[in-house]
Each structure stands twice: as structure tokens, then as C-alpha cells.
């Protein structure tokens, strides 16, 4: 059973920083794809970032320069840099697993989300 955990969500003034931690317990972060997503109110889930097998990085554009994604092999968790943030950036925010490597990535594991608040 793949349980992922968020963690380090909040509220933050408009280009505040925030980071997001996922621990993902027996999946192992670095063997496969991960990615962070978001949904805003009223909107559908969007991929914000996704990071694969080899470390390639994918990001929305909206966030480009702004956010980056990350594993830490030694803890065994993925995390979300978050800078420059803006009240559009405002969600829940959902860590993501994947068996697979790399693109494309279906993601079959989620965690519970962490709600992102900027003003």
C-alpha cells in the first residue's frame, strides 16, 4: 500500500515562499515519476510539476522560475519550492506516484493535499 503525506502547506502574502514536503513511506521517490499537483476552487487539477526516473523536470508554465521539484533520497521525499507566490497559485496541492520512469506518467497514488493560501 503506497501512502504519500504532504506536509508545509499555509497561508503566505503574495511573494512569500512556501515549501511542500511529501513523505512517501515504502515507494521509493527516486524510482519512478512523481509530481505535484494543484486545484483551485472551481477549477480542475493541474499537473504543476513532475520529476522522473532520470531527474528530468517538467513544469506548468505558470510556474516556471518560480517553483522547483525535488527528491531527497535520503528521506525518501519529494518537495515543491515554492517562491514569488501569487494569489493564482492559491489551492490544494496533491503529491502524486506513478509506477512508471518516465513520460508519460500515469499516476495511480495520491495523498490527501495541502491547502496553499496566498493574499
Known amino acids: 500500500h503506497v501512502q504519500l503525506v504532504e506536509s508545509g502547506g499555509g497561508s503566505v502574502q503574495a511573494e512569500g515562499s512556501l515549501r511542500l514536503s511529501c513523505a512517501a513511506g515504502a515507494f521509493t521517490v527516486n524510482n519512478y515519476c512523481m509530481g505535484w499537483f494543484r486545484q483551485a476552487p472551481g477549477k480542475e487539477r493541474e499537473r504543476v510539476a513532475q520529476s522522473d526516473f532520470y531527474g528530468s523536470t517538467v513544469y506548468t508554465d505558470s510556474v516556471k522560475g518560480r517553483f522547483t521539484i525535488s527528491k531527497d533520497i535520503a528521506k525518501n521525499t519529494l518537495t515543491l519550492q515554492m517562491n514569488s507566490l501569487k494569489p493564482e497559485d492559491t489551492g490544494i496541492y496533491y503529491c502524486?506516484?506513478?509506477?512508471?520512469?518516465?513520460?508519460?506518467?500515469?499516476?495511480?497514488?495520491w495523498g490527501q493535499g495541502t491547502q496553499v493560501t496566498v493574499s
Open positions: 502524486a506516484a506513478s509506477w512508471n520512469r518516465y513520460s508519460p506518467c500515469a499516476y495511480k497514488f
